[in-house]
């Protein structure tokens, strides 16, 4: 693609996979027998499910097309989506380079430079099915897994949840009219043609292969959505779980601590001294700063 071209959008709704980023294993990300298709990018950030609940979008057009700034890519690309959500009722937002609706997430993209072309990929998430995404991640325990399947029926959401499933025609055709009238495009819609088609596979060629990486992602845990993270750690036999939203403690478990409220230190800031100041209610005093050292060397927290 060269200045001047016209932008391409390619529409469809995948076979069932589960995509790594290219600093990602599936060795310690995922059980050991997936029963779907595993594949590695080479590009960054952390492991997307996709299948046929899903109605994925790509944009690819001329770098001048794009804002100057990365970080405004979204709002720019993603402008038609938030138009087809609008023009359902729904009052859709971006948080970073996520759609949400209704304080969860309905959305995700990713964005990257390839040749002389920028690409935004999202998709409109028809349903999601968190139990099944819940089942893929390697998880040190079952209440872990647990934990993250809760989490992501808390954060995430999906069409189905909102409103009657559309028909995949009519989606194609809201957005297409939403992205003329935002961008002054006139469309030509085509089918890949047979060349195409066979050129398409070699994709696989540009896949990374599995790496003899031994950490995740996400040290110790997972990221659910933007400023969220759960992980889980072993500290001799005693095992700490942590829930983190933006710089907040929001769920904790301590196995050697039953006691403990699971939402007792949502109100604390996620400082040594606060932490060791709440647990005090359940724990004696020279063992609360041990405790509240765990937690946070446990826990995953994102830059502001």
């Known amino acids: 693609m060269r200045a001047g071209d016209d932008p391409v959008v390619v529409w469809g709704m995948p076979s069932a996979h589960f995509c790594l980023g290219q600093h990602q294993s599936a060795a310690v990300e995922l059980i050991e027998q997936t029963q779907i298709p595993v594949l590695r990018r080479a590009l960054g950030g952390g492991g997307v499910w996709l299948d046929r609940n899903q109605a994925c979008v790509a944009l690819v057009a001329p770098r001048e097309f794009f804002p100057t700034r990365p970080q405004d890519w979204y709002g720019h690309a993603l402008a038609p989506m938030l138009q087809v959500y609008r023009e359902m009722g729904w009052a859709v937002g971006l948080v970073q380079q996520d759609v949400w609706l209704a304080g969860k997430k309905l959305a995700g993209s990713g964005a990257a430079t390839l040749g002389g072309a920028g690409v935004v ?37 999906s069409w189905s949840e909102h409103a009657t499933l559309p028909d995949p025609a009519w989606l194609s055709m809201v957005y297409r009219r939403a992205a003329s009238g935002l961008f002054g495009w006139r469309w030509e819609q085509a089918l890949l043609r047979d060349d195409e088609r066979a050129a398409a596979e070699d994709y ?50 301590l196995s050697a601590v039953p006691q403990l409220a699971e939402q007792a230190l949502a109100a604390e800031p996620a400082t040594l001294p606060a932490l060791a100041a709440a647990l005090q209610s359940c724990v004696p005093a020279a063992e609360a700063m041990l405790w509240a050292q765990r937690i946070l060397a446990t826990a995953y927290f994102e830059e502001s």
Do not use: C, M
């Open 121 to 157: 990929g999202t998709s409109f998430l028809l349903r999601f099915p968190a139990d099944e995404f819940a089942r893929l991640i390697d998880a040190p325990s079952a209440d872990f897994r647990r934990w993250l399947n809760d989490a992501l029926l808390e954060a995430v959401t």
């Open 204 to 253: 696989r060629a540009e896949l990374l292969p599995e790496h003899d990486t031994q950490t995740r992602h996400v040290p110790y845990g997972i990221k659910i959505r933007a400023q969220h993270y759960l992980t889980e750690r072993d500290f001799a036999g005693a095992s700490v779980r942590v829930l983190t939203r933006a710089q907040s403690v929001a769920r904790v478990a």
